[in-house]
Nanobody, 123 residues
């Protein structure tokens, strides 16, 4: 069982930056591929970024590529999402998720989820 807790959300102006963190419980963090998803009001949850178990490979949605960076610390059991050049369309609840299987951008492939943290970008 893995418990995930996101933090770092908030209100920021367009062009600003935020760093989200997802702290995890358990001693098996390094065995999970980790991902970030987001869900805007009235929309489906969508993939944002994912990172391999070792942190050596990263994957991004086209909409955030070049602006967001995912990273992980397998000693501290934390995964981060650095978000730069934020746009109003990035406004959403951001979720951290853990995946025991292969690399995936699909919600149904992830086994554990956090409760989410709100990110609001004003224009």
């Amino acid at each position: 069982q893995v418990q995930l807790v996101e933090s770092g959300g908030g209100l920021v102006q367009a062009g600003g930056s935020l760093r989200l963190a997802c702290t995890t419980s358990g001693r098996t963090f390094s065995t999970y591929r980790m991902g970030w998803f987001r869900q805007a009001p009235g929309k489906e949850r969508e993939f944002v970024a994912a990172i391999s178990r070792s942190g050596g490979s990263e994957y991004y949605a086209d909409s955030v590529k070049g602006r967001f960076t995912i990273s992980r610390d397998n000693v501290k059991n934390i995964v981060y999402l650095q978000m730069n050049s934020l746009k109003p369309e990035d406004t959403a609840v951001y979720y951290c998720a853990a995946n025991r299987g292969g690399n995936s951008a699909y919600v149904h492939d992830y086994d554990y989820w956090g409760q989410g943290t709100q990110v609001t970008v004003s224009s």
